[in-house]
């Protein structure tokens, strides 16, 4: 009798639910990530008809306020849920736990292709920022930011659609609430942000903090490559978490949980 | 291959299964799962295919509990009830997938999924996405992901469901086969007649309790011994006249265009009744069957038990 080792579970999932990304869904996402650098692109083609040009540091800006702050917490919201949140809301579930598959590896497999989608938008639409200028050097580290950042915070609201019957909610208010709140907190508790980590990797923004955020306690730092990692071990984390969770769960015909 | 040992199982605090024991032996053939809607089939099936642990007591399949355990998963396949299918994949590719998530790779993958789809009467056909498919087209492609991995026990819940009769005879025949070849094939429906026409091993269920094991027949005896009820419409009084000298005969109404017959033994009535109208005998226009269904024969038999 054969069975599925966990990377044939991931694999076999990644491929067989891949062709969804290119539906309705897959292309919003990738609006979201290129309407702003568009939008952008297209001031500066207009600035630079009259002669005059964007003024400096409106590349860093629309990166860390609109794609790091709003387009990464917005795709995943909008991606997770068509993770294994969505066979348990179409009861085609049971059809997965049925297979002689490690149960486990069905979330991260289920959530691979649409990671795969928005990370080669999240790319393009970084290329397409520094053509507004910035430091190439500083390249690298921006798209492995926010490449980083999607890792987590896609596994992150996955884990949290799983565990709670409003999980995106609550996905919602960690990613537009505390994460903007915490600014206003002891310093250390920006190291439960991904915002912390993506500003670690490309760069901080401390020269751009206004009088709206006096409140704002002084940045903490964390090595680049060290940022990195902690993203892409937390994002593995997560998706462990989603794992057992599943695996734990007992999961009926109804795509509701029962008490074993 | 199939062991219950007062497995039980609840939701909250409602009992979907009352403790229920029961085994299976080795070997092909059809079971069938018979019992009223709400009886507990499905729950009972989610306890085989692994899909939910008991509350208490213990489920064994191939000697090992089934909840989360690829080696028994290996074995067995399920066809769940309802139209259930990811939306937006075509239907040749998510089988390759099911396949892949059963162990399979490469060639007899592939192989694996000829043998199913032809099998099931799609091979030309799951190529097309599942929106585009007809019910029945779905319900084949179900039935090939549950038959991919060759399982040794093949569990279908409500198969029948929404099926037009072409589709329902075509699927019989196919479980028959399956069954012949060395599968065993349990399937669950609330309509005696479709089991009735796979098989003769049933197991009843009502209201979460296992209620008897065996053979159709003995049901058959039982909705003979049932008086039921019989709304024939047409001249009334000429009716009841005929009625009156039939012997299965135990009461009966007369409405202003109808006679309703309570009657024993429905299969020595009916063909009677039914030669009488052919042959001109008899003023009738219809013939409505008011209790003569599973329900009435598990309210039966349960006042049997009490």
Same mark, same amino acid.
């Given at each position: 009798?054969?069975?599925?080792?966990?990377?044939?579970?991931?694999?076999?999932?990644?491929?067989?639910?891949?062709?969804?990304?290119?539906?309705?869904?897959?292309?919003?996402?990738?609006?979201?990530? /290129? +309407?702003?650098?568009?939008?952008? @692109? #297209?001031?500066? =083609?207009?600035?630079? &008809?009259?002669?005059? %040009?964007? *003024?400096? $540091?409106?590349? /860093? +800006?629309?990166?860390?306020?609109? @794609? #790091?702050?709003? =387009?990464?917490?917005? &795709?995943?919201?909008? %991606?997770? *849920?068509? $993770?294994?949140?969505?066979?348990?809301?179409?009861?085609? @579930?049971?059809?997965?736990?049925?297979?002689?598959?490690?149960?486990? %590896?069905? *979330?991260? $497999?289920?959530?691979?292709?649409?990671?795969?989608?928005?990370?080669?938008?999240?790319?393009?639409?970084?290329?397409?920022?520094?053509?507004?200028?910035?430091?190439?050097?500083?390249?690298?580290?921006?798209?492995?930011?926010?490449?980083?950042?999607?890792?987590?915070?896609?596994?992150?609201?996955?884990?949290?659609?799983?565990?709670?019957?409003?999980?995106?909610?609550?996905?919602?208010?960690?990613?537009?609430?505390?994460?903007?709140?915490?600014?206003?907190?002891?310093?250390?508790?920006?190291?439960?942000?991904?915002?912390?980590?993506?500003?670690?990797?490309?760069?901080?923004?401390?020269?751009?903090?206004?009088?709206?955020?006096?409140?704002?306690?002084?940045?903490?730092?964390?090595?680049?490559?060290?940022?990195?990692?902690?993203?892409?071990?937390?994002?593995?984390?997560?998706?462990?978490?989603?794992?057992?969770?599943?695996?734990?769960?007992?999961?009926?015909?109804?795509?509701?949980?029962?008490?074993? | 291959?199939?062991?219950?040992?007062?497995?039980?199982?609840?939701?909250?605090?409602?009992?979907?299964?009352?403790?229920?024991?029961?085994?299976?032996?080795?070997?092909?053939?059809?079971?069938?799962?018979?019992?009223?809607?709400?009886?507990?089939?499905?729950?009972?099936?989610?306890?085989?295919?692994?899909?939910?642990?008991?509350?208490?007591?213990?489920?064994?399949?191939?000697?090992?509990?089934?909840?989360?355990?690829?080696?028994?998963?290996?074995?067995?396949?399920?066809?769940?009830?309802?139209?259930?299918?990811?939306?937006?994949?075509?239907?040749?590719?998510?089988?390759?997938?099911?396949?892949?998530?059963?162990?399979?790779?490469?060639?007899?993958?592939?192989?694996?999924?000829?043998?199913?789809?032809?099998?099931?009467?799609?091979?030309?056909?799951?190529?097309?996405?599942?929106?585009?498919?007809?019910?029945?087209?779905?319900?084949?492609?179900?039935?090939?992901?549950?038959?991919?991995?060759?399982?040794?026990?093949?569990?279908?819940?409500?198969?029948?469901?929404?099926?037009?009769?072409?589709?329902?005879?075509?699927?019989?025949?196919?479980?028959?086969?399956?069954?012949?070849?060395?599968?065993?094939?349990?399937?669950?429906?609330?309509?005696?007649?479709?089991?009735?026409?796979?098989?003769?091993?049933?197991?009843?269920?009502?209201?979460?309790?296992?209620?008897?094991?065996?053979?159709?027949?003995?049901?058959?005896?039982?909705?003979?011994?049932?008086?039921?009820?019989?709304?024939?419409?047409?001249?009334?009084?000429?009716?009841?006249?005929?009625?009156?000298?039939?012997?299965?005969?135990?009461?009966?109404?007369?409405?202003?265009?109808?006679?309703?017959?309570?009657?024993?033994?429905?299969?020595?009535?009916?063909?009677?009744?039914?030669?009488?109208?052919?042959?001109?005998?008899?003023?009738?226009?219809?013939?409505?069957?008011?209790?003569?269904?599973?329900?009435?024969?598990?309210?039966?038999?349960?006042?049997?038990?009490?």
């Amino acid at each position: 009798m054969s069975r599925a080792t966990p990377l044939q579970t991931v694999r076999a999932l990644a491929a067989g639910y891949g062709p969804r990304v290119f539906q309705v869904r897959g292309w919003v996402l990738a609006a979201i990530v /290129l +309407a702003p650098v568009g939008l952008m @692109l #297209a001031v500066s =083609a207009a600035f630079a &008809l009259h002669g005059d %040009a964007l *003024p400096p $540091g409106s590349a /860093l +800006a629309v990166f860390h306020t609109i @794609l #790091a702050k709003v =387009a990464l917490p917005i &795709l995943a919201l909008i %991606a997770a *849920p068509a $993770g294994i949140r969505e066979d348990l809301e179409q009861r085609t @579930l049971p059809l997965l736990l049925t297979r002689p598959a490690p149960a486990w %590896a069905l *979330p991260m $497999g289920k959530g691979l292709s649409w990671f795969a989608w928005g990370a080669a938008w999240i790319i393009i639409a970084t290329l397409g920022l520094q053509i507004l200028g910035g430091d190439a050097g500083l390249l690298p580290g921006r798209i492995g930011a926010l490449v980083g950042a999607w890792w987590g915070e896609l596994a992150f609201v996955a884990l949290l659609g799983l565990t709670f019957k409003r999980g995106t909610l609550w996905a919602a208010l960690w990613l537009f609430g505390w994460e903007n709140l915490v600014a206003v907190f002891p310093p250390f508790l920006q190291r439960l942000t991904f915002t912390h980590y993506i500003e670690s990797l490309a760069g901080s923004r401390g020269h751009s903090v206004g009088a709206t955020e006096l409140l704002a306690q002084a940045q903490v730092n964390t090595e680049p490559w060290l940022a990195l990692v902690i993203l892409f071990l937390a994002g593995l984390v997560f998706w462990a978490a989603c794992g057992w969770k599943l695996h734990a769960t007992p999961v009926g015909l109804a795509g509701s949980e029962a008490e074993g | 291959m199939i062991k219950l040992d007062r497995a039980s199982l609840r939701y909250g605090a409602v009992l979907g299964l009352s403790p229920t024991s029961f085994e299976l032996p080795d070997g092909g053939g059809i079971v069938g799962l018979l019992g009223p809607n709400g009886a507990g089939k499905s729950t009972l099936l989610q306890l085989l295919s692994g899909l939910l642990p008991p509350s208490g007591g213990t489920v064994e399949l191939f000697g090992q509990a089934p909840f989360r355990n690829p080696e028994v998963l290996a074995r067995i396949g399920l066809v769940p009830e309802g139209d259930r299918l990811p939306v937006g994949l075509k239907g040749r590719g998510w089988l390759r997938m099911m396949g892949r998530l059963s162990g399979l790779d490469g060639a007899p993958l592939e192989a694996a999924m000829a043998k199913a789809l032809d099998t099931v009467g799609m091979s030309e056909r799951a190529d097309l996405p599942f929106q585009r498919m007809s019910k029945g087209m779905r319900q084949r492609m179900r039935l090939a992901q549950a038959l991919l991995h060759g399982p040794e026990l093949l569990i279908l819940d409500e198969p029948f469901n929404g099926l037009d009769p072409e589709a329902r005879l075509t699927l019989m025949a196919l479980l028959r086969n399956l069954a012949d070849g060395g599968t065993r094939v349990i399937v669950s429906s609330h309509i005696l007649s479709e089991v009735a026409q796979l098989t003769d091993r049933i197991l009843l269920l009502f209201r979460g309790r296992l209620l008897a094991e065996g053979g159709i027949s003995e049901i058959r005896q039982l909705l003979d011994r049932h008086p039921v009820e019989l709304r024939l419409t047409g001249e009334s009084r000429a009716l009841a006249r005929w009625a009156v000298e039939q012997p299965e005969l135990v009461a009966m109404a007369l409405e202003e265009s109808a006679a309703v017959l309570s009657i024993r033994n429905p299969r020595d009535f009916l063909p009677r009744l039914q030669s009488e109208a052919a042959k001109g005998g008899l003023p009738i226009t219809g013939l409505d069957p008011l209790d003569l269904n599973l329900e009435a024969v598990f309210q039966y038999l349960t006042k049997d038990h009490a």
